[in-house]
């Protein structure tokens, strides 16, 4: 057996679970912690924190994306990252009586039901590619 070769097997389920608990649950944990504090800092107008929470949230993305196994589908981040960064903007403006409080809030927790849709669809195109150019 060559050593140097490459396989696409898919990691047991033990290793399947420490990627989760030990990438995907502190990604998640990130993402939504920092993403909240994004949204706070938009709406309270602290810039200098801005870029420190920006950077903890693309941290956190990284280590959900290796976390799920989800690296070729990256859409999917797109689902789930809105999310906390639009609730807590709404909340946090809400505070202010901004009036764009109730539909930012809103639009967040509807972004996974609308985006997720969208997802599917264009995975489902990039598949259909795929096997095409397979079988030419």
């Known amino acids: 057996m060559n050593a140097t070769a490459t396989t696409n097997q898919e990691p047991g389920r033990v290793k399947r679970l420490a990627m989760f608990v030990f990438l995907?649950?502190?990604?998640?944990?990130?993402c939504a912690t920092f993403g909240a504090g994004v949204g706070a800092?938009?709406?309270?107008e602290e810039w200098q924190w801005l870029p420190t929470f920006v950077l903890f949230l693309l941290a956190g993305t990284i280590l959900l994306i290796h976390g799920t196994r989800?690296?070729?589908?990256l859409l999917f981040v797109f689902v789930f990252l809105p999310m906390p960064i639009l609730t807590s903007l709404g909340y946090h403006l809400g505070q202010f009586g901004n009036p764009l409080s109730f539909p930012l809030g809103f639009i967040g927790v509807l972004t996974p039901i609308l985006?997720?849709?969208i997802c599917?669809?264009?995975r489902g195109?990039?598949?259909?590619?795929?096997g095409q150019e397979l079988s030419q």
Request: charged residues 25%; without cysteine; proline residues 7%.
């Open 41 to 44: 800092a938009i709406a309270q």
């Open 70 to 73: 989800t690296s070729k589908k």
């Open 24 to 30: 995907g649950l502190p990604g998640a944990w990130l």
């Open 120 to 122: 599917r669809y264009y």
């Open 125 to 130: 195109r990039a598949e259909k590619g795929k």
């Open 115 to 117: 985006l997720y849709p």
